[in-house]
């Protein structure tokens, strides 16, 4: 059975999940409006390459995840707008934003 939440109780949960565990969430796009699934994880730190990012992310609503996508050669760090956020699956459960 889905768990129904808000848009706040689901940026709060991607925003303070535990970091060594991997998580499913579906958003919309920014740029072109389209939903997006992604299996990532957070405090991920192997492959940055140095340099500071050069804005506050949760200044602007944004959190930073590592994309676990390997088959479609994304595997790269985003960042994910939490107002966007549609649903999240976490340690088994999937938490649908109404």
Not at 52 to 75: R, T
Not at 86 to 91: A, E, G
Request: with cysteine; proline share 1%.
């Amino acid at each position: 059975m889905d768990a129904k939440i808000s848009s706040l109780e689901a940026g709060k949960m991607v925003s303070e999940y535990d970091g060594s565990k991997f998580f499913t969430v579906s958003f919309i796009k920014r740029g072109d409006g389209s939903l997006r699934v992604m299996n990532c994880r957070k405090g991920v730190k192997k492959h940055l390459k140095g340099g500071k990012i050069a804005y506050d992310p949760k200044s602007k609503g944004l959190v930073g995840i590592w994309d676990a996508q390997v088959e479609a050669g994304k595997n790269a760090y985003r960042m994910i707008s939490l107002e966007a956020i549609k649903s999240v699956v976490m340690d088994g459960i999937k938490y649908i934003v109404v």
